[in-house]
Every structure is written in C-alpha cells, then in structure tokens.
C-alpha cells in the first residue's frame, strides 16, 4: 500500500507547525529548541520527498538527491536525541543556578549546544562511509535509505549513539526534575526575573517534549539494535575494500521483499512515521501556549 497522498501530507503538516513557532524561539535563543526545529524539518523534507518520488517504484532517479539524504537519515536518530539531551542539559542548568547567566555563558552553552546537535550527527554521518556497503539503497514506497552494513563495527560507529545520548538525556532529566522539587521557590523566581527566554511554564513544556522525545528514541534505538543482533546476520568488518567493493551500485529493495522480514520492516515503518509526530508534538507544546497565541497577534 503506497504511503502517498497521506504520509507526504502529514509530513507537510509537520513542517508547517515547526515553522509556526519558530519566529519566537529565535527571538528567545532557546539552542536545544531550534536545534530540534533543524533535525525536524530536514526529517519531514527528505521522508515527504522520497515518499513522492518513489511512491510504487524503486528506480535510481535522483543519486545525487539519494547521496544526501541517505546520509541525513543517519544523522536524523542522533540529532533530534542530541536535541532533547541539550533541552534537558540547559534546563538542568536552570534549575541548579543560583545566579542569571552572564551573556558569555550563554555563548559557551550555545557551542556545547552546537557541538552535541549539529558537530556529533555530522561525525556519525561521517562514520557511516567506513560500514556503508553502497553508496544508498532504494526501498519502495519509502526511498532512498542508509546502506549500512550489518557489522560489528556499525554498533559502536553508528548504532549505540542514539542509545548513549538517550541514556544521558533521561539522567539530566531525572537530575532537573529533581532539582526542581528541591528548590522549587528559588528557581521560579530565577526563571521570572532572567531574560533567557524561559519561565516556568515554559521549563515544564520543554521538560515534556525532551520526555516525549527519551520514551520515542530509546525504545526505538534499542529495538534496532536487539533487531540487528538477534537477525544473526552480524559480520566481523573486514576491511575498507572488502566493504565497498561493489560501492558505487545501490542496493534496492521491492516491498514485498521488506515485508518478508518482519522486524525490519516494523522497524522502518515506525521510524518513518514518528518523523510527522515531531511537528506535532512541537506544536502541541509551542503552537498552541498562551506566549505564542500573543506572539501570533503581535505579527498580524
């Protein structure tokens, strides 16, 4: 069953309510938040393209285009979790300060910020050119997909970095909350009177989305993982040449052949459509607040 009109509508929809909100969080300079907007957006404009223009087909149209995106797809798990460990650093931050930021704090935060959702996606995408068997693989109905090969060495490189940053993202969040309940009085106060662009209702929203975002990406990270192992497939990673010695052509699957593998398959569908749930979960949480509705008439 083709994923076209309804999956590239949605995914259409969730770009939109990214982009929503956006204007003010910018203005705010929240880095965990625009970082999660970037990994987001770049989710739902790769899947809703490849859904078109492979809708009932895997023919190698665009290999540029597949070059690309493949390569986005591998950052995409590191970077929305990366997103959610900056959310729930900086709000662990907050809520262990006792004084407000200076402005040279906040440009060293903003670069750890950087570093962990931008500079980490981008090495791990880097990575995957060493345990990529081809150049891309084409599937049908999705398009253009990551051909990492299933080696042990993928595990470290590729595989366990959604696992680890989902780990210490859940621990900054346990550590917050707990922080926050300790000295609840003295950190609402914090928060009123700084200009950082959060105050307490905003902490506990962004707190929820960092949340949400934990109990989507570690189950589906482990399940991957469990996934690849128990296939029984896992092979010793040889060598560069042994690896890409048939690089340049892409590897294409029909969907009956994905459907013949259960897990696989389960696997993909849901990692394809949490991508659409992104905005609409953002939005749920920005979008729809008492700051954006007055933001929104502000710029009417």
């Known amino acids: ?88 650093r900086n709000l662990y931050k907050v809520a262990t300060a006792t004084t407000v930021a200076i402005t040279s704090s906040k440009l060293k935060a903003a670069a750890i910020d950087l570093m962990l959702g931008i500079g980490l996606p981008m090495v791990v995408m880097a990575l995957d050119c060493v345990v990529a068997g081809r150049r891309y693989g084409i599937i049908e109905d999705i398009g253009c997909w990551p051909a990492t090969q299933n080696t042990l060495l993928a595990i470290p490189m590729i595989l366990i970095w959604p696992i680890i940053i989902s780990v210490a ?38 707190m929820a989305l960092a949340s949400i975002e934990i109990a989507f990406s570690l189950p589906l990270a482990l399940y991957f993982l469990v996934t690849n192992l128990r296939g029984g497939t896992v092979v010793p990673w040889v060598s560069w040449g042994d690896t890409h010695a048939n690089f340049s052509e892409p590897v294409k699957f029909p969907m009956i052949l994905l459907k013949s593998v259960p897990d696989v398959y389960k696997g993909l569908l849901i990692n394809l459509w949490v991508m659409p749930s992104t905005g609409f979960v953002f939005f749920l949480f920005f979008g729809l607040s008492e700051e954006a509705i007055v933001v929104y008439h502000c710029e009417k």
């Open 169 to 206: 993202s859940l621990i900054y969040c346990s550590l917050s909350i707990r922080a926050f309940l300790i000295k609840r009085q003295q950190v609402s106060q914090l928060l009123n009177s700084s200009h950082s662009g959060i105050n307490t209702s905003r902490y506990f929203r962004l």
């Open 1 to 88: 069953m083709s994923l076209v009109p309804l999956y590239p509508a949605l995914s259409g929809l969730a770009i939109c309510l990214l982009l929503v909100p956006l204007s003010w969080h910018l203005k705010a300079r929240n880095s965990g938040t625009l970082i999660y907007i970037f990994w987001g957006l770049v989710g739902n404009l790769v899947f809703l393209t490849n859904t078109i223009v492979w809708a009932g087909n895997f023919e190698d149209h665009a290999p540029i285009w597949c070059d690309i995106s493949a390569k986005l797809i591998v950052g995409l798990s590191v970077g929305l979790t990366a997103a959610s460990l900056c959310i729930n």
